[in-house]
């Protein structure tokens, strides 16, 4: 089963790999053409040009690997697992490493066409610490959405108390949020932050032991 998945891995990155390198083959016998023909009067910027196209292309490529990777663990490994862990954090993860990797071309492309990237790292260095600080209770709820799913105080049909005393059946256990129905079959939905900080009275515990 191990070598099966492996080689189902091996056949996702291939795939993804075709275009992206069917368009590197493109755009390189392409140059080929123009430098035969301009090589000589525009060679300095025929270099700039090719150069910000490679980048750009390895970029890309690297992009479609990395998320043929991820919906490959999503449909072959999350999906079989017992734990919803994985489910409820790939999409992020996914998200986040989609921009390291955007994020990190630009900067070797503008470096590489001499812009003066310390001014744009700075910025954008600034820019992600008030981005955190205006979002610093939505990362905390995910914070601690990863920590109850890792330490399951209480699971998807358990019966609790919530921190507000009423006595609710869980529904959905999300990143930021989760999901209750009270005893009267209203729908509660507390921030994982709360739930965090408070004492949880799980009864389906008891009932099991």
Not at 22 to 45: P, Q, S
Not at 110 to 128: E, K, P, Q, T, Y
Request: proline share 2%; aromatic share 12%.
């Amino acid at each position: 089963m191990e070598r099966k998945s492996t080689k189902k891995a091996w056949i996702v990155v291939f795939k993804g790999s075709i275009f992206p390198l069917i368009m590197g083959a493109a755009i390189f016998v392409l140059f080929r053409i123009v430098y035969k023909k301009y090589g000589i009067e525009r060679n300095a910027h025929l270099d700039k040009a090719f150069i910000s196209l490679l980048i750009l292309f390895i970029t890309y490529w690297v992009f479609k690997i990395t998320a043929a990777l991820f919906n490959w663990y999503a449909v072959n490994i999350a999906a079989k697992t017992k734990t919803k862990l994985d489910d409820k954090f790939i999409p992020l993860f996914k998200r986040i490493a989609v921009m390291f990797i955007w994020v990190l071309g630009f900067i070797v492309l503008l470096d590489r066409l001499g812009i003066n990237i310390n001014a744009f790292v700075a910025a954008l260095g600034v820019g992600s610490l008030a981005i955190a600080l205006a979002a610093q209770d939505t990362i905390a709820n995910i914070i601690c959405g990863f920590l109850i799913m890792v330490d399951r105080p209480f699971s998807i049909g358990d019966t609790i108390k919530l921190p507000t005393g009423e006595k609710a059946k869980v529904l959905d256990i999300g990143i930021r949020r989760s999901k209750f129905i009270s005893e009267e079959k209203a729908i509660i939905i507390v921030p994982n932050l709360d739930l965090s900080k408070s004492k949880i009275v799980n009864y389906t515990y008891g009932e099991n032991l």
